[in-house]
Structure formats: structure tokens, C-alpha cells
């Protein structure tokens, strides 16, 4: 029950810091073309026992609330199932399978900052090329 | 039968995925489509608003120099406009306040609760909503010049659909010349500061700088609300027109008031355009 609580506060958490903080951050021209999508890592940090139905679920649900914030209901929705129906398929890039436990979480610390960013630097890659 | 259900039993994650992007793509499809399907589903509801509220009201104790420069700024604009009315008027004219005299258009001021500048689908919140009277496809001018056009109304909000979101087109007009122009804001090539004209007549004189204003002929603004300065000129040979870049009046990323432009003979014109 406290790890749903935990992933409702992580929700919530990283929704407000993308819409009234990364949102808001104005690269001049370039604003229009890069923004980064950080709500995305709520999902790619869940274990690997998770299940896919679970995640995708989960990754419709917040997709969604992004949906309503940004006015673009459905395309957060959609790049986000996508990105998370290739979360396994992406992981096998940087990894094999056994390297990881299937309890634990897939963060910075726990999978080394090098596999980390090439496997969220992927994930960020695949959503920026869906959104232009 | 069994077949089917082992089939479906292999494939259920790529079926359940395939499901839900069904639904959001039918989903982002009926927001392009309608504005109604999206009043539940947009910021213009009661949950986001009301988050977007709170946040406006923390920026706005950060941004009240700002504000009171922006509406210090149309105070000036709006007496020197008042008096050269009175200059101009004099005695053989009908006075303003005068029976005879319709007055077409209503402004209403409303705060921008939040504003969005650097996506390809921008939108803007503000806090008037259809309780004030506020309805789709009324303008919505800043300070300085147009800012865009209401497309959704809650009871105490409003989505506007600003100049900087590629569903946005509006006729303008080039001052010097007179010469017609359909505003867009093309995705990829404009950013918040800019928006392209397009069907200028190639042998119409544009300078830099020139100033671009509304026609009037949408009903939705008055005629000569400023629009944006000619920044890029470029030639369309084959087409026989050019295609102008102007820098936009309003600057998107600092709105923070603005006045929604109520046309009480819009239903009028439209009707009369219809017979024709």
C-alpha cells in the first residue's frame, strides 16, 4: 500500500516539476524544438518484475494528467505507451537481462550513471522524435 | 476457439498496448476536430484551473512590476487614442456617447493564468469564463497587440488558441500598401517571437519594419489592432507573392493581462457572408 502511496507522491512530484519548472525554462529559440519530457522516468524507474499491462496502464494514466495540464490530450498519452511498450526492448540495448534483479528499482544508482543515461537518453530520443 | 485463446493469451501485451494507443490516438483526434469533445479534457476544467490559479497567484507577487509597466503602457495608448478621437470629432460629428453611434465592439479584461510559448501546440488560460459572459471564437488582445482567439469556455475560465499555434490563421493587413495577408504560424519554422503572412502580392512595397494590423473582415477583432513588424522578406516567383517573417507585438513568454474583444454584430456579419 505505501509503495502505490509512493507512486502517486513520485506522480504528482515530477508532474509539477515538468509543467512549472522544466515548462517554463526558455531557451530562446530553441524552445520550440527541445523541450525535455522528464515525467517519462517515473515509469522507465519501476522494477523489472513489473508487469507490462501494469506499466502501461501506468504510463496511460500519467500521460494523461500531462495531457490535460498541456492541452494536447493524447499525445503525451500515446508517446508514453509507446515508450513503455519498448522499455524491455531498450533495456536488453544496454544490458542483458540477468545483469539486473528484478526487484529493484531502475535508477541512476542502482544500474551505474553510464547504462542509466544511455537508457533514459534513449527514451527521451524515441519521445522527441514522435512529438516533431 | 482454443487457438484463438492461447493467440490472444501470447499477444495480450502488444493487444492491451495497441488498445489503449487506439484510445488516445481517437482521443487526439476529437480534440483536433472539436472544441466541445474537449471541455472536460483541457486545462479549462475545474482541477487545472484551479491548479494553474494557484501558480498564477505566486508568479504574480514576482511579476507586478511588470504588470503595472504593461498596463501603464495601454493606459498611454488608450488616452492618446481618446484624444485624438476628440480632436478629430469636433462638433459636426456624432459623438460617441450618441444613440446613433453603435458601438460594435466590447472589451473585457482578464487575467492570464497560464501561458504557454515553446510548444507547436500552445495554449493560453485565462480566468474569465462563460459567468462573464465570455464565449467562443471572441478575440483576445494584449496590451500591445492580438494575442489570439477563445476556443473553449468553462464557467470561471477560458482556453485561448493564441497567434503561436499553428490552428491559429487571421487575414491582416499590410499598412503602408493595403495589400491582404493570411497570418499563420508554421511548426518548425516560427518560434514564439515570429509568424509568417502569406498571399502578400508580389508587387505590393514591403519594407522592414513595416507594420502589420487586423483587417477586421473575421468579425472576431476590430479593424487595426497592431500584429507584428515585417522582419524577412522573400520572394515566391512561381506563386507571384511573397511570403513575409514578422516579429510578433506581444511578447508570448511576459503576457500577463489582456482584454477579450466581445463583437456584438459578429452574428450579423457572418450571417450576411453566408447569402453571399
Same mark, same amino acid.
Given at each position: ?57 501506468? #504510463? ?35 544490458? #542483458? ?36 | ?12 501485451? &502488444? ?40 501558480? +498564477?497567484?505566486?508568479? /504574480? ?6 504588470? +503595472? ?12 487614442? &481618446? ?10 460629428? $456624432? ?29 493560453? &488560460? ?24 477563445? $476556443?473553449? $469556455? ?20 499590410? +499598412?503602408? /500598401? ?11 519554422? +516560427? ?14 512595397? =514591403?519594407?522592414?519594419?513595416? &507594420? ?44 500577463? $493581462?489582456?482584454? =477579450? ?5 459578429? /452574428? ?9
Amino acid at each position: 500500500m505505501s509503495n502505490s502511496f509512493q507512486h502517486i507522491y513520485w506522480v504528482i512530484g515530477l508532474l509539477f516539476f515538468q509543467l512549472f519548472v522544466i515548462d517554463v525554462i526558455d531557451l530562446g529559440t530553441y524552445s520550440s524544438f527541445f523541450t525535455p519530457l522528464i515525467f517519462s522516468y517515473v515509469i522507465f524507474k519501476r522494477k523489472l518484475e513489473t508487469t507490462v499491462t501494469e506499466l502501461l496502464i501506468f #504510463a496511460f494514466i500519467v500521460g494523461f494528467l500531462v495531457d490535460v495540464f498541456r492541452n494536447t490530450i493524447g499525445l503525451n498519452i500515446s508517446v508514453l505507451l509507446l515508450v513503455t511498450f519498448l522499455r524491455s526492448r531498450i533495456l536488453n540495448l544496454i544490458s #542483458a537481462r540477468e545483469d539486473f534483479d528484478d526487484n529493484i528499482e531502475l535508477n541512476l544508482f542502482n544500474i551505474g550513471i553510464l547504462r542509466y543515461l544511455f537508457y533514459y537518453g534513449v527514451v527521451l530520443f524515441f519521445t522527441m522524435l514522435y512529438f516533431t | 476457439m482454443r487457438n484463438l485463446i492461447l493467440l490472444i493469451q501470447k499477444y495480450r501485451n &502488444l493487444l492491451f498496448f495497441l488498445f489503449l494507443e487506439f484510445i488516445a490516438i481517437s482521443f487526439l483526434f476529437s480534440w483536433k476536430n472539436t472544441y466541445h469533445h474537449s471541455t472536460y479534457i483541457s486545462s479549462s476544467n475545474f482541477i487545472t484551473s484551479t491548479v494553474w490559479n494557484w501558480k +498564477n497567484k505566486i508568479d /504574480s507577487y514576482f511579476n507586478l512590476s511588470e504588470i +503595472n509597466k504593461q498596463l501603464a503602457d495601454e493606459n498611454a495608448f488608450l488616452k492618446e487614442m &481618446l484624444l485624438n478621437k476628440e480632436i478629430l470629432l469636433g462638433k459636426n460629428f $456624432v459623438k460617441s456617447g450618441d444613440s446613433l453611434f453603435v458601438k460594435a465592439f466590447k472589451f473585457q479584461e482578464a487575467t492570464i493564468i497560464q501561458s504557454q510559448f515553446k510548444f507547436s501546440e500552445n495554449h493560453i &488560460l485565462i480566468n474569465k469564463g462563460s459567468i462573464n459572459g465570455i464565449e467562443t471564437e471572441m478575440g483576445f488582445k494584449g496590451t500591445k497587440g492580438i494575442i489570439g482567439r477563445v $476556443v473553449n $469556455v468553462s464557467a470561471h475560465y477560458a482556453n485561448v488558441l493564441p497567434v503561436i499555434n499553428a490552428d491559429f490563421k487571421l487575414s491582416v493587413i499590410h +499598412n503602408a /500598401s493595403n495589400s491582404w495577408g493570411d497570418l499563420s504560424w508554421e511548426k518548425g519554422i +516560427n518560434d514564439y517571437r515570429t509568424a509568417t503572412i502569406n498571399n502578400i502580392p508580389i508587387y505590393a512595397k =514591403v519594407n522592414l519594419n513595416d &507594420l502589420f494590423t487586423t483587417t477586421g473582415s473575421d468579425g472576431i477583432f476590430p479593424s487595426q489592432i497592431p500584429v507584428g513588424k515585417v522582419l524577412k522578406i522573400e520572394k515566391d516567383q512561381e506563386a507571384q507573392k511573397k511570403v513575409i517573417t514578422i516579429e510578433l507585438i506581444e511578447d508570448f513568454s511576459n503576457i500577463h $493581462v489582456g482584454f =477579450v474583444v466581445k463583437n456584438n454584430l459578429r /452574428s450579423e456579419m457572418i450571417e450576411i457572408q453566408k447569402n453571399e
